[in-house]
Structure formats: C-alpha cells, structure tokens
C-alpha cells in the first residue's frame, strides 16, 4: 500500500477526510448527543463522559465512507453510523466493567468514575437506544444484521471470558475472539454503508471483506502496542492485556517459540499469579519476535481489505478508504 498522509503525520484519520464529510460526521455527531438525552440523568453524563473520551471514531467513519464511495443519495447512512457508535459504546462500557478497567482513552473509565451497576445499565440502554434508532430505517435486513452481530459481540466476550488464563489458546481461538470481539462491528459498518448506496453483490461482497479484514487488522496493532506502544499517546498502561490474563497473539507467539524458562513464566504468571514475571515476560515479547508475527500479520489483514475495494469507483472516498488501511497498521495508538 503507498504512503499517505495519514501515515506519515499520525494524526487521527478525520483530519484528513475529504472535506463534504466533515459535515457528515458533524451530523452523526449531533445526532448521537440527541438520542443521549434522557429523563434520566446520570444516562446522559455516562454516555457524554465515554463518548467525548477521544475516540477516533473509526466505525461511524466507515459507514459514512462506504456510503459515498459507493454513491449514496439518501440520508439513513447518518443515522446507521450514530448506531454503529452507540453499539460500540455500549461495548466498551461492559468491557471496562468485565475487565475491571480505571483508564479509557487516558481518561478515567466510565466504570470508575460512576461505578459498574451505572456502566452496566448505560451500555444496556445504548444497545436499546441503537435498536430504537434502527426501527427509523425500515429495512429488516439492517435489523437482521446488527442483531447477529451483537449476538456475535456478546459470544466474543465470553469466549475470551472463558479463555482468560489459559496458557493452552491457540491462534485460531485467537482469530474467533477478535472478530467476534472486534472485526465484526467493523464489517457490519462497512456493509451498513454499502447498503445505503448500492444493491450489486459483488459490491456488498467487497465491503464485508473490507470492514472485516481491516477490523483484524486493527485488532493485531493493538495487541502489539499493548506491549510496545507509547503509554501517553495510547491513554493506558502498556502490558494491561497481560494483567487481565489474555492471551493475545504476541504471547501466543512467545508461548510456541520461546525458551522453557519463559513459557513457564507465562504459565506461572497465567495459572498460578506469579506476579513478579510481569516485566520479565514482557521483555521477552519484545525480544522474541512476536511483535514482528503479530504485526506481519496486520499488515497482511491490511492489503486484504485494500484488495477487495479495487473493484469501487475510483474516488475520493475509496482513496481514505485505501488510507485507512495503512493508517491501520503504521499508527502510534
């Protein structure tokens, strides 16, 4: 993939959009504080205080950027994009409390700050809100695809539950979880957008391909920065995946290729709370080449999704589409 301006400044990929879809994400952006509101009060200050966290609010930006690559006229891409992030949101408000998580995007967590039960309940009402939201669209395949992929979230989180610990996951565990947990939301984005420009199957095709290999690919990036990234530009500690016992593909790596003495590290620290091995292994990540795999494979995620989207019109819009595949593999955080 060619060098971009996104991947050479690093900067949040919004700032880089071809300019009509500012005014676009300016609309989901007023439209998602609109459906916030509430009778309830604490909904609102819970759902501003995740939602202005910082995100770079890569999902919404894909339905907007499928929709026009791909010619949309109407204006549901607006609202579908303002669901995406409400789902989403609702996700991370219920992975912070799973995890036990205090930092989100270098800001106290939502969990923190108002406690599990007000988390819980603000991520039920966004999954609520999006369904209510989605009822405006009248389509009954939207309907059927985002309720399979919250079905799919859902079955993510507990797989991952249920692996946690356990030094014995293998990669293709591994792959399950992150797109259950990850690649999915962005392949429902992607296809959302193509929907609401363009009935021809090969198109509709390229879009899940493209919104699920990039989603993986974004997925991998972060499994390494968790090891090796940069704590300020990042908003949380480096090594958290490790403290919450997830067996990510860089200790996956380490745990087939390493030495005796550092994968019975990681089955002490893993099994048995060992504690004093946190920075030994994660030194021996860094050292071990688990970083470049983990990372090769990102960037072979990546052209992939660059792939399946040759085939659109060649436009403004599919070259930030283009963009965000490197963007996804050469970012900071």
């Given amino acids: 993939m ?3 301006v996104l991947s050479d400044s690093m900067i949040n990929p919004l700032d880089a959009l071809p300019h009509p879809l500012a005014a676009d994400m300016e609309l989901v952006d ?6 916030l509101r509430s009778d309830a009060g ?3 200050l819970v759902g501003e205080h995740i939602i202005n966290a910082g995100g770079k609010r890569i999902r919404p930006l894909l339905v907007l950027l499928m929709a026009h690559a791909l010619g949309c006229q109407g204006q549901h891409h607006h609202t579908l994009a303002a669901i995406i992030e409400f789902v989403h949101t609702a996700s991370l408000l ?3 409390v799973v995890d036990e998580s205090h930092i989100r995007r270098g800001v106290e967590s939502a969990n ?3 406690g599990n039960a007000a988390s819980v309940l603000v991520g039920d009402f966004m999954y609520t809100r999006a369904f209510r939201m989605m009822l405006s669209v009248s389509d009954r395949r939207i309907m059927e695809i985002l309720a399979e992929a919250v079905n799919t979230i859902a079955e993510g989180e507990v797989m991952q539950l249920m692996k946690m610990r356990q030094t014995n996951m293998d990669k293709a565990g591994y792959f399950r979880i992150i797109y259950a947990k990850t690649a999915k939301l962005f392949e429902v984005a992607c296809v959302f957008g193509a929907l609401t420009a363009s009935s021809a199957d090969r198109f509709y095709t390229a879009a899940s391909v493209y919104g699920r290999s990039l989603g993986m690919a974004f997925q991998l990036i972060d499994d390494c920065l968790d090891y090796a990234g940069d704590e300020a530009m990042l908003g949380k500690n480096i090594g ?12 996956i790596y380490l745990m087939h290729h390493g030495t005796g003495n550092e994968k019975q590290q990681i089955v002490d620290y893993m ?4 504690g004093e091995h946190f920075e030994a292994i994660i030194s021996a990540v860094r050292q071990s080449g688990a970083l470049e795999y983990t990372r090769n494979k990102a960037v072979k995620a990546a052209k992939e999704a660059s792939l399946a989207i040759e085939c659109f ?3 403004a819009y599919r070259n930030c589409l283009m963009q965000l595949c490197h963007f996804a593999v050469e970012r900071k955080y």
């Fill in 30 to 35: 007023g439209l998602i504080q609109e459906q």
């Fill in 112 to 114: 923190a700050r108002f």
């Fill in 42 to 44: 604490l909904i609102t």
């Fill in 2 to 4: 060619s060098r971009s």
């Fill in 240 to 251: 958290n995946d490790l403290r919450e016992g997830k067996m990510t593909m860089p200790l």
């Fill in 94 to 96: 219920h992975d912070d």
């Fill in 271 to 274: 099994e048995n709370d060992v």
């Fill in 313 to 315: 019109p060649d436009n």
